[in-house]
């Protein structure tokens, strides 16, 4: 068992290429998954990214924008998006900042693991 701290006093800045006004901290990571919670200060921008295998943004406060395919999606709190592999995509907040988990599957994982979320019924309901 490992506990890891993240949050507020956890976060360093993030040196992906183009990104402004991130802080992030690392989670989790193995040779399934890897899982980063991240901050976007008003005005900055994550990304652009590409991951070798699907990607889970799920935003915890705040909101902003994701840009992948050439369009312009909107996230709040409480919203996830899933993106398959390679396709590149950047996340840029609003007025407010954005905080945010993301989960970066392994080129090799994405297909157990859509057969897991299948198997289990996609998601749960209220």
Not at 28 to 41: H, Y
Not at 61 to 72: F, K, L, R, T, Y
Not at 90 to 102: D, H, K, N, Q
Not at 112 to 125: D, F, K, L, N, V
């Amino acid at each position: 068992m490992n506990i890891r701290p993240f949050g507020p006093g956890h976060r360093r800045a993030d040196r992906a290429a183009g990104s402004q006004g991130v802080l992030s901290s690392a989670i989790f990571s193995n040779d399934v998954a890897q899982i980063t919670e991240f901050t976007v200060a008003p005005g900055g921008t994550y990304g652009p990214l590409r991951s070798a295998g699907d990607v889970v943004l799920v935003v915890i406060e705040g909101g902003g924008w994701v840009v992948a395919h050439d369009a312009q999606l909107q996230l709040a709190a409480g919203e996830s998006l899933h993106l398959e592999r390679l396709v590149p995509y950047s996340v840029t907040a609003r007025e407010l900042p954005l905080r945010a988990i993301l989960v970066e599957l392994s080129a090799g994982s994405g297909a157990e693991s859509a057969r897991t979320i299948s198997a289990s019924g996609g998601g749960a309901e209220e």
